[in-house]
């Protein structure tokens, strides 16, 4: 398994404990997203290292940087249908673009444009961008806003595989890690070493509200 990994509890002491923050591990060149899906769709992506068979280019899918976020999505992988959870590790380019192209999932006051402008943009964009709080081991809620990236059609077919550098299958490690939280056993916890990731780009930070 190539994710670095940390004690949560260090990690906790470090991150920010309020607003929006994209919490991923990630350098230059790559970011690590997650997904989880049943073992048909999990098996394929493994071996052939993009996502095919079953898999649908046609319907929306959501990535998620942030491992307890997703953790808390899947029930820690033991949710029917969710139980093959992978490890994307994708071009940054390719995540940039996402997010210069994404449209909030929800209108509010704070995007400076009004509904009618919106619901156009909504439907002219094939990626959705949603801010939800984010969780601890057990699925409490945090203060923290943490980011999910709905993608579709052509920005789909992009991720399924030209996007991907590596898919790694890390249920193993998710089964292990579960046992210290159902245990409340936090100080054994190892969570992928995660920090808030901000752009050079200041107008794509603003859009995002990380500043």
């Known amino acids: 398994m190539e994710l670095k990994l940390k004690k949560y509890k260090e990690q906790l002491q470090n991150w920010p404990q309020e607003g929006h923050h994209i919490m991923a591990q990630y350098d230059d060149n790559k970011i690590i997203v997650y997904q989880s899906y049943r073992k048909e769709i999990g098996e394929f992506a493994l071996k052939n290292q993009y996502f095919g068979g079953v898999f649908s ?25 969710q139980e093959y959870v992978l490890a994307i590790h994708l071009k940054m380019e390719a995540f940039k673009r996402y997010l210069e192209n994404a449209v909030y999932s929800t209108y509010n006051d704070r995007l400076e444009i009004s509904r009618e402008e919106w619901q156009n943009q909504i439907k002219e964009s094939s990626v959705r961008l949603q801010w939800d709080p984010d969780h601890d081991p057990f699925g409490i809620k945090q203060q923290r806003r943490t980011i999910q990236i709905g993608l579709r059609n052509e920005f789909t077919r992009s991720f399924a595989k030209d996007d991907i550098l590596l898919i790694e299958n890390i249920s193993d490690f998710v089964k292990e890690q579960y046992q210290f939280v159902l245990n409340d056993d936090l100080d054994s916890l190892m969570t992928p070493e995660e920090k808030p990731l901000l752009f050079d780009d200041e107008d794509l930070n603003e859009k995002l509200r990380l500043i």
């Open 57 to 81: 280019l046609e319907r929306m899918t959501w990535i998620k940087p942030n491992f307890l976020w997703m953790m808390y999505r899947n029930g820690w992988g033991i949710k029917d249908g």
